[in-house]
């Protein structure tokens, strides 16, 4: 099913009518996806830096979205509940057990993206380093 149809679905059923994005996750779109889908995954992250570049608003509370595998196959809807921003090095414990990845460890979180936000900043020719501000995002899995 395409993000588009899986909105019209999701739509139809609640009477929503308010505007989404459809997205994937970056190095693991499947897994995390199926973390969403299995409630484990309730937050995200993302590099500050590159919003900007990309001329994209940053995520606000109350909006939808509707996530994509990675053969852009519609996996599910979110809603974000909570936006902030932060440090990279201030990120707290409890968003890095949100995101649902590895041992659910602040230490997990920060190597897999310090690896991740270096890789990413590189490639728009940015580097990265622990006072970058991060966008964390925490969201509920809404429909199916």
Do not use: Q
């Not at 099913?1 to 989404?20: H, I, Q, S």
């Not at 460890?105 to 990265?128: C, I, K, M, P, Y």
Request: charged share 25%; net charge negative.
């Amino acid at each position: 099913m395409t993000g588009p149809e899986l909105w019209a679905e999701f739509a139809a059923r609640t009477g929503v009518t308010a505007d989404y994005d459809g997205w994937a996750f970056g190095d693991d779109p499947d897994g995390l996806a199926a973390l969403v889908r299995a409630g484990v995954k309730t937050a995200t992250a993302s590099a500050l830096p590159l919003y900007a570049l990309e001329g994209e608003a940053l995520p606000e509370a109350g909006e939808y979205s509707v996530i994509l595998d990675s053969r852009e196959n519609a996996v599910c809807v979110i809603r974000a509940t909570k936006v902030h921003i932060v440090p990279f090095r201030a990120v707290s414990p409890e968003h890095a057990r949100k995101e649902g990845e590895g041992d659910l460890s602040l230490a997990h979180w920060r190597a897999v993206h310090r690896d991740f936000f270096t890789r990413e900043l590189a490639e728009a020719g940015l580097a990265f380093d622990e006072d970058m501000p991060v966008v964390c995002e925490e969201f509920k899995a809404v429909y199916p």
